[in-house]
């Protein structure tokens, strides 16, 4: 069923390419499906983050199959001359929504003075509620800015929990996370080999669990594990505990960030994708999977439960736990060995995933 295209307009505030990362794709994926029925206006960063607190580089020019026309890049976030001139721009637009992508309390202050100059409603996006690793005041930052939010949309019920520890009585709706299928740049063919591989990917970080899939490991002789991220400054630790637990001739190491255009290569090559987190609120990773019609191995935290069906999409397991690991990935070889079929349950899954239903999301929650 398609909508026909209104006039109402849009303002859609978030990192979209030559910005790096998952919710950079995240913006410009919602902005096309935004485009297809409403008078949609981006506008992303002309300064992120400041160089003294993010010294990588922060744009990829290599692949621009993720890019948005008619991009403004105004907005300098550490500027708040800056942010209210933006601001000022986006009343003279009209807009009848103005939808913000949220995910770090850096934001804070710049999304603060925007909300608070904005002369329409605000609906927050958010991607976490509280960052993932946690600091001092992050609570007040965050509720600081999203209490100047009318809507909000959220990906998982853990995050509308939190929520609502900070705002009373929120409008909102749960979204599952859409499916990032705009990856398939070269149509790379099944794998075929018999070698049994299992993909982790994205930016390393403790949360994520990579040591307990490491350990799992010892017990998987006939299993190899691709790691596809950037390590930062923990390459050495991770070294060491490869070595120590005496895997590292079935660990293969991808260090740093992957261009967007050599992403299909590695899944392409795996069976399987794992996400061994011990904390989640929801993962980008395996809508990238889904998106390659890969089943997804995660662990029972956060909103994974909510994306990965168990015994149909993938295989869940407990947190923080290699022999939980062990046995879930055993169980998926099992099925995969037995004939099971998991493309076919992504494929029947994916409606709830699309791009669609979040604008369907959005248009309703915000009756637009």
């Not at 849009?10 to 390419?17: A, E, F, Q, R």
């Not at 005041?137 to 909000?152: A, Q």
């Amino acid at each position: 069923m398609t909508t026909e295209k209104t006039e109402k307009k849009i303002v859609l505030i978030g990192p979209v390419y030559p910005f790096k990362g998952g919710i950079s794709h995240y913006t410009g994926l919602l902005a096309r499906a935004l485009r297809k029925e409403f008078n949609t206006e981006v506008i992303s960063y002309s300064m992120q983050y400041p160089k003294l607190l993010f010294k990588k580089e922060q744009r990829d020019f290599k692949n621009d199959s993720f890019k948005v026309e008619n991009t403004h890049f105004w907005l300098n976030t550490a500027n708040p001359f800056n942010i209210i001139a933006t601001a000022m721009k986006i009343n003279a637009m009209k807009p009848e929504l103005v939808i913000i992508e949220w995910w770090h309390p850096y934001f804070a202050p710049c999304y603060r003075i925007l909300s608070a100059l904005i002369k329409t409603k605000i609906l927050f996006t958010c991607h976490n509620v509280f960052p993932h690793e946690r600091f001092p005041l992050d609570r007040f930052l965050t509720r600081l800015t999203l209490r100047g939010g009318d809507y909000f949309v959220l990906h998982s019920s853990k995050e509308a929990s939190e929520l609502k520890t900070i705002i009373r009585d929120p409008k909102y709706i749960v979204n599952m996370h859409p499916t990032y299928s705009a990856f398939n740049f070269h149509d790379q063919p099944e794998k075929t080999s018999e070698e049994k591989v299992i993909l982790f990917f994205g930016f390393i970080r403790p949360y994520k669990g990579l040591k307990y899939m490491l350990d799992a490991m010892k017990s998987l002789e006939d299993v190899k594990l691709m790691v596809v991220g950037d390590f930062g400054n923990a390459r050495a630790e991770y070294d060491e505990l490869i070595d120590s637990l005496g895997v590292r001739d079935r660990v293969e190491i991808h260090d740093g960030y992957t261009p967007d255009r050599e992403v299909e290569k590695y899944f392409a090559a795996a069976d399987a994708v794992v996400l061994p987190y011990i904390d989640a609120t929801q993962s980008g990773i395996a809508q990238i999977a889904f998106g390659f019609e890969k089943p997804v191995i995660a662990t029972r935290v956060g909103g994974l439960p909510e994306v990965v069906t168990d015994g149909k999409t993938g295989v869940l397991c407990e947190s923080a736990d290699a022999d939980e690991l062990v046995k879930a990935v055993k169980k998926f070889y099992s099925m995969k060995e037995n004939g099971f079929d998991f493309k076919a349950e992504i494929k029947a899954d994916s409606g709830r995933f699309s791009w669609e239903h979040m604008v369907k999301s959005i248009r309703e929650l915000a009756d637009l």
